[in-house]
């Protein structure tokens, strides 16, 4: 690590970082000392447009001069002009936005709350969500966080939360009781190791919910805006959800999340049930409006679909070549992952030797969360990085 201060003034709730970054072009980073990476983590899959992107920029750019916060006392357009296009891209409904994925889930909890708390009596409050799932780190969304990893030491966590194995639907629906208001699930499991729900666990969920009267809640903080080759992963299954959450690539690396409640219950929310100071702030918004504009003019969301095909079939010749090391290829579009047999700590340190930047999961998974801008070239680096670093990784596991 370079800056000998980290430790001395941050808390340690991160692992000693390796390197310091300080600058971002396209699909690549360079650190203090100068050297460049290609980015496969992006943020984890925050960078979608890449870093750097002009027209971000320029809009910014433009925003800042203009107007960066007022709060939501006041109408903000680029706040209805965001809602607008996102409406427009999920389905009828409307938007809510804050700052992050985990107030993002913890809106849907609260959501979910409201909606069992109108008709008391009949105390509905608990949610069922999958075992290995990720919402995030706030108190709510920890306590739909299965994980002992997450969990250890923070509780007593809040009460109402069940888990069942991902992608079993008999094992959801025996969870249920009088007192579930509904399910939330990830499309993809992106921290719990790229586990994609099967298109018929999601339709299952769907028509459960709809026979018990319960809520559909999907978390797309990760495999979000464009990254799977749909605008939300879970589009791919036809599924219509009661709500959505988002984040992380909403804003290209500014900070802002989204709640997309379906039109039944875009009102339950009424004045003062929920608000935030910087939640949906102009500039916010703008790099939001930003982000969609790349996406569309740019035709991401396909390129992240072809450009994924690509990647996923080379990354299958590299597990046929290593089949004692890479034990599968999971994922979808450009949220893949390489499961490897064992611990890849020092497989990702051979790839960040070879001037390229991956990201660990659960279970021993690498992700390989590239930009969705990321050119044929790019791809081919990659390429070329992952199989000189696993050919060393390979070497020194045979030692
Ligand atoms: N939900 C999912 C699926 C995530 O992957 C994450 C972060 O990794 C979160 C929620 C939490 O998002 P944030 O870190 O922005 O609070």
Not at 63 to 89: D, G, M, W, Y
Request: charged share 20%; proline share 5%; aromatic share 8%.
């Amino acid at each position: 690590m370079n800056n000998p201060e980290q430790s001395h003034y941050l808390i340690s709730n991160y692992a000693p970082p390796s390197l310091e970054i300080v600058r971002g072009k396209g699909s690549y980073l360079w650190d203090s000392s100068g050297n460049k990476f290609l980015d496969f983590t992006s943020g984890i899959a925050v960078s979608n447009i890449g870093h750097g992107h002009e027209h971000w920029i320029n809009s910014i750019n433009e925003q800042v001069t203009e107007l960066v916060h007022c709060s939501n006392l006041f109408s903000i357009p680029q706040q209805v002009r965001l809602a607008k296009r996102l409406v427009n891209k999920i389905g009828p409904g409307k938007m809510l936005f804050c700052n992050s994925g985990a107030e993002a889930n913890e809106a849907l909890i609260k959501f979910a709350r409201l909606v069992g708390n109108q008709n008391p009596s009949l105390k509905k409050y608990k949610l069922i969500v999958a075992e290995n799932a990720f919402h995030g780190r706030t108190m709510g969304a920890l306590s739909a966080t299965s994980s002992p990893k997450y969990r250890d030491g923070f509780e007593p966590l809040l009460d109402g939360f069940s888990f069942a194995p991902f992608n079993d639907l008999s094992a959801f629906e025996e969870k249920i009781d009088d007192q579930t208001v509904g399910v939330m699930v990830e499309s993809i499991q992106g921290e719990g190791g790229i586990r994609v729900a099967d298109d018929k666990f999601l339709q299952g969920l769907e028509h459960i919910c709809r026979e018990k009267g319960i809520l559909l809640m999907l978390d797309e903080v990760q495999a979000g805006i464009g990254r799977t080759g749909e605008f939300l992963g879970y589009q791919k299954s036809g599924v219509k959800p009661d709500a959505i959450a988002m984040a992380k690539g909403l804003g290209g690396g500014f900070p802002i999340g989204g709640v997309w409640l379906s039109d039944q219950w875009a009102d339950i929310f009424q004045p003062g049930s929920h608000g935030t100071t910087f939640g949906g702030s102009p500039l916010a918004c703008c790099a939001g409006n930003a982000v969609l504009d790349v996406l569309e003019q740019d035709n991401l969301i396909l390129a992240a679909r072809e450009k994924g095909e690509f990647l996923e079939a080379e990354l299958y010749k590299l597990k046929n070549q290593y089949p004692s090391i890479i034990k599968e290829v999971r994922g979808r579009g450009l949220m893949l992952a390489l499961v490897m047999s064992a611990p890849p700590s020092e497989l990702i340190a051979q790839f960040r030797q070879n001037g390229m930047l991956v990201v660990g999961a659960a279970e021993n998974v690498v992700r390989f969360l590239p930009p969705l801008t990321v050119s044929k070239e790019e791809l081919s680096e990659a390429m070329e990085k992952t199989s000189i670093s696993l050919k060393s990784f390979y070497q020194e596991s045979e030692k």
